[in-house]
């Protein structure tokens, strides 16, 4: 169904398994499966589902996609938004709230002498360096223990849990 300000809505009723591609944008309300290409913007509503590869300008998730999501300028998750898959884009936007289980690329940066940096999209992303743990210092101890303490071995510290990240990449925590 298309509306008067040149968008067209995927009713909740209505499934669409196969390939959509157009120059307008699309509101889905319903379910859509296959692949999505457009030159403008996908709109997700709470009550639709997006199973698909999709390839658009703008990407605005309020419902659920699974999928990866390749956009020419920005993808939005809204605080309702749930979505399993791969993002890239040059703007990425994930609300408080939101559901997002994936890899996020947002494009590789030029940085030339004396110019600002520059982004630029790959077609793959770019292995990233591993983040390394900073562990806070201990509260400074009295100078007779500091003496005791200098002399002592010091315990290994234990082993980041796999669920926090140990085993594949570490955290940096700062506080304040």
């Known amino acids: 169904m298309a509306t008067m300000d040149g968008s067209t809505i995927i009713g909740e009723s209505i499934l ?7 120059d307008e944008d699309l509101t889905v309300r319903g379910r859509v499966e296959g692949t999505v290409t457009l030159t403008k913007t996908l709109v997700v509503e709470p009550t639709g589902v997006v199973k698909a590869e999709v ?12 999928g990866n999501v390749t956009a020419s300028e920005s993808v939005e998750i809204t605080k309702e938004g749930r979505m399993i898959g791969d993002i890239s884009a040059p703007r990425v936007i994930i609300v408080d709230g939101a559901s997002f289980r994936g890899r996020i690329d947002m494009g590789e940066f030029e940085v030339r002498e004396g110019e600002r940096p520059e982004r630029t999209l790959s077609a793959r992303a770019a292995p990233r360096p591993a983040l390394t743990t900073r562990r806070p210092s201990p509260a400074p101890a009295p100078k007779a223990e500091a003496a005791e303490k200098a002399s002592a071995p010091r315990p290994p510290e234990p082993p980041v849990p796999a669920a926090l ?3 594949k990449k570490k955290v940096i925590v700062r506080r304040k």
């Open 16 to 22: 669409i398994n196969g390939n959509l591609n157009g």
């Open 165 to 167: 990240g140990g085993a």
């Open 55 to 66: 390839q658009v300008k703008n990407c605005v998730i309020a419902g659920a996609v699974v």
